[in-house]
């Protein structure tokens, strides 16, 4: 059974910095496109990265561009997104979903999802 | 930025009913677009990709058509745990969402 589960959210002031991390199971992850997706409260979702199987493409929303960095290690099974100089519309819940094994299209796993607000 | 459009917002509809939910895109997509059912509290759930194919475990009664421009998903009669929030997402340009539409009990 596929899961992900995400750690590392909670709260950080205004220009602060954080580590997401999302662990998978019952799939070879390594085989797999990964992306961070997130939902501001009462908002719609918004895919903000994505990174292949192999590390070595990767792309992002231009709300987070230059900000936010994904990562993975294949190696340890898990998946990372450094967030850096926060704001507050930067306030949201985070998924990590899984794509498929060629290409980021569709979301078909996703995590439970992890809460960062920044606020002062 | 392809932008998704979903209508309407909000559909009241009852028990047993056929509805359909509609998304639009502000330029061709092909049939790249997928739909996701969200319960309040939980995660999205895949429900339908390539514009019309289920994903595995998806009931029969979840239908999706269309391309380009124009799709919508189809329930062709809902049950209890069905409602929840529907979302369009694109992956023909990027990936884009649309704003979901919350299907409650009339």
Known sequence: QVQLVESGGGLVKPGGSL???????????????????RQAPGKGLEWISY??????????????????????????????LQMSSLRAEDT?????ARSS?????WFDSWGQGVLVTVSS | E?????????????PGERVTLSCR??????????WYQQKPGQAPRLLIYGASTRATGVPARFSGSGSGIEF????????????????????????????GTKLEIK
């Open chain 1, 19 to 37: 580590r997401l991390s999302c662990v998978p199971s019952g799939f070879t992850f390594g085989d797999y496109y990964m992306s961070w997706i």
């Open chain 2, 25 to 34: 895109a502000s330029q061709s997509v092909s049939n790249n677009l997928a």
């Open chain 1, 92 to 96: 949201a819940v985070y998924y990590c």
């Open chain 1, 51 to 80: 990174i292949s199987s192999n590390t070595i493409n990767t792309g992002y929303a231009d709300s987070v561009r230059g900000r936010f960095t994904i990562s993975r290690d294949n190696a340890r099974n898990s998946l990372y």
């Open chain 2, 72 to 99: 919508t998903l189809t329930i062709s009669s809902l049950q209890s745990e069905d409602f929840a929030i529907y979302h369009c997402q694109q992956y023909n340009y990027w990936y884009t969402f649309g704003q």
């Open chain 1, 101 to 105: 094994r060629s290409s980021c299209t």
């Open chain 2, 2 to 14: 392809v932008v998704m459009t979903q209508s309407p917002a909000t559909l009241s509809v009852s």
